[in-house]
């Protein structure tokens, strides 16, 4: 078939004289990684919505049970469809933000973009739904607190009630467990355990070393960067008295991007002989962080601050500590 200002090549149309229009939004593709609509909601929901695994869980556990993850479910005679089941004027909407965006809406990430945009555009569902969801706790309970609410408020299906409970028990005990380890974005304050140690978390992107794994490990390194689920992030402190008195510690390697060592950090560490600090930009040696440790101690420090820090070092270790550019 011939176009305007074509011809048709081969079964292809060729335009000709003119650009297509590509709208805006079609370029701005959502975030939707994963192996299947199941994985790609969950991470569309962490990335782009800022929920934790526990509410993503409440929403998974509502869709499973609304569509079953298909993006091309019917019911009610055809006027519901789509993930979450759009029901009438819904429905309609669904289609209509769909076309004036650039998305398909028989596609996930058009019924996934509509979704958002249907949570933060309507004054109900945003504070009956999208808030008090971004709210819950990272946990089992707020998995339970997650699905029931979702569906309670936003599916409400007929039986809510009963239906909501059950939602809640499924994202409680199927979803979250099968998604609560994954991150993508630091909490500040919490707590992550790995092979080198616990670290805290300052920001979305640093972290503090707290303490070691092993107490009974010689050698410890306090990595540049540690990475936790999808998220790499960089160590810029050391906590105070993070090892205080550790009998057992004889060599310690600080990372190249701490800038803060904590009061009394290795406080005691009578058996602590090598000390390698990488870092070029530590601002802050906190009170007593290295006093009271082994008099035979060799500290390895960049020619570049061996001057600075030495000054510093030398105030607060046993007579005898030795200084080394490395």
């Known amino acids: 078939m011939k176009g305007f200002w074509g011809k048709t090549l081969i079964g292809i149309t060729i335009i000709l004289g003119c650009s297509l229009f590509v709208p805006q939004s079609s370029v701005q593709a959502a975030s939707l990684r994963g192996k299947n609509n199941e994985e790609k909601i969950f ?5 782009n919505m800022d929920f934790n695994n526990a509410a993503s869980a409440g929403v998974l556990a509502n869709i499973e049970k609304e569509s079953s993850f298909r993006t091309n479910a ?3 005679n ?5 993930i979450c089941q759009w029901h009438g004027a819904r429905y309609e909407n669904l289609k209509r933000y769909c ?3 650039g998305y398909d809406y ?3 990430e058009g019924q996934l973009e509509y979704l958002k945009s249907e949570l933060e555009g309507d004054y109900y569902y945003r504070n009956s739904v999208l808030e008090p969801l971004k709210g819950v706790s990272n946990d089992k309970k707020g998995a339970y607190n997650a699905g029931y609410r979702w569906c309670y408020y936003f599916e409400i299906p007929a039986d809510k009630e009963t239906r909501a409970e059950q939602r809640g028990d499924l994202a409680k005990t199927v979803y979250y467990p099968r998604y609560k380890d994954i991150v993508l974005k630091l909490t500040p304050g919490q707590k992550y355990k790995t092979d080198e140690g616990t670290f805290i978390a300052l920001t979305e992107n640093t972290f503090c070393f707290k303490k070691v794994a092993d107490k009974k490990a010689a050698v410890l390194n306090i990595p540049n960067t540690v990475t936790i689920g999808d998220i790499k992030a960089k160590v810029t402190e050391i906590a105070s008295g993070a090892c205080k008195g550790n009998k057992k510690l004889t060599t310690v ?4 991007n701490v800038t803060k060592i904590g009061k009394n950090a290795f406080y005691k560490c009578k058996n602590l002989t090598s000390i390698n600090i990488k870092s070029k930009k530590i601002a802050e040696f906190g009170p007593g962080c290295f006093a009271k440790i082994n008099k035979k101690a060799v500290f390895k420090i960049n020619k570049k601050v061996i001057k600075t820090y030495k000054s510093v070092l030398k105030e ?3 007579d005898g500590v030795k200084f080394k550019k490395s």
Do not use: Q, V
Not at 78 to 82: D, L
Not at 253 to 256: E, L, N, P, V
């Open 106 to 108: 028989k596609e996930l």
């Open 43 to 47: 991470y569309y929901l962490m990335e």
């Open 316 to 318: 607060m270790t046993p």
């Open 99 to 101: 076309r004036r965006e």
């Open 253 to 256: 390697t600080i990372g190249k």
């Open 74 to 76: 019917e019911s009610d």
């Open 78 to 82: 055809g006027t519901s469809y789509g």
